[in-house]
């Protein structure tokens, strides 16, 4: 794992020179997208840098990590929404070629994995980490060979999520997510973990065992992983980069 320590601003913008260098590499790049308070900053880079010609989506496709079970794509908390309102809208990128799993049509959802294999596989995966170490909606325990499936999502997951809602009661109880070995099949992987929260949990997945206990922590095991922290998410690491 490559692990970059920088500003929270200095993250986003790193981690966005990323894209600008695999889409000028692979204009047809598969992009794997996450949601949640995490990516923000780097959407928004990603707007300016499309809006001032730097990068194009225009050939590129997209797959989302997850989605809330019983939320239409129009749901303003569905994270088909999310998409459109903080990245596609403002972009290039074809609406067509983007793709977030149906949070309502749950009979088959490996074929998310599928559809995934069929556009040639995820060039470039963005993750972000819950407090708990689940990447996507892996809760802790997800087998390491789980693919595109429907999960019960953890309370501690639905309180911290919560906040975007009306009230926990409306906070779904179940997700689609992508599973680890749909996440461990992109070709490269991007993380970003910023804020004194996710301290704890940044120290366990980079220095601590490999454990479905902590599901980023498989990522020690794949080949091409950036990290980018921020000081305060990267505050208790032993080996400050
Ligand atoms: P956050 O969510 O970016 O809102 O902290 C990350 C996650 O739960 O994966």
Do not use: C
Not at 83 to 90: A, E, S, V
Not at 113 to 129: F, K, T, V, W
Request: hydrophobic share 40%; net charge negative.
């Amino acid at each position: 794992m490559k692990i970059i320590i920088d500003t929270t601003e200095n993250v986003a913008k790193r981690a966005a020179q990323l894209y600008v260098d695999l889409l000028s590499r692979n204009p047809q790049a598969v992009l794997g997208g996450a949601t949640g308070s995490t990516p923000i900053p780097l959407y928004k880079e990603l707007i300016k840098l499309n809006k001032e010609g730097v990068i194009s989506f225009k050939d590129a496709k997209s797959f989302n990590l997850d989605e809330y079970v019983g939320l239409e794509g129009t749901h303003d908390q569905s994270y088909r929404y999310f998409m459109n309102d903080n990245l596609f809208n403002h972009i290039d990128i074809k609406m067509e070629n983007t793709h977030v799993p149906s949070g309502i049509d749950i009979s088959e959802p490996e074929k998310y994995d599928a559809e995934i294999q069929a556009a040639g596989g995820i060039d470039m995966q963005l993750l972000g980490i819950g407090v708990d170490g689940h990447i996507g909606f892996n809760e802790p325990g997800t087998p390491w060979d789980s693919l595109t499936h429907v999960v019960e999502l953890e309370q501690n997951t639905r309180e911290v999520n919560a906040r975007f809602f009306n009230s926990i009661d409306e906070v779904p109880t179940h997700a689609v997510t992508m599973g680890i070995k749909t996440v461990m099949n992109a070709r490269s992987i991007i993380l970003i973990a910023t804020g004194s929260s996710k301290a704890e949990i940044v120290k366990k997945f980079i220095e601590g065992p490999v454990t479905t206990e902590v599901p980023a922590s498989i990522l020690q095991l794949h080949p091409f992983v950036t990290v980018f922290l921020d000081h305060e998410a990267a505050a208790l690491l032993e080996k400050q980069a």
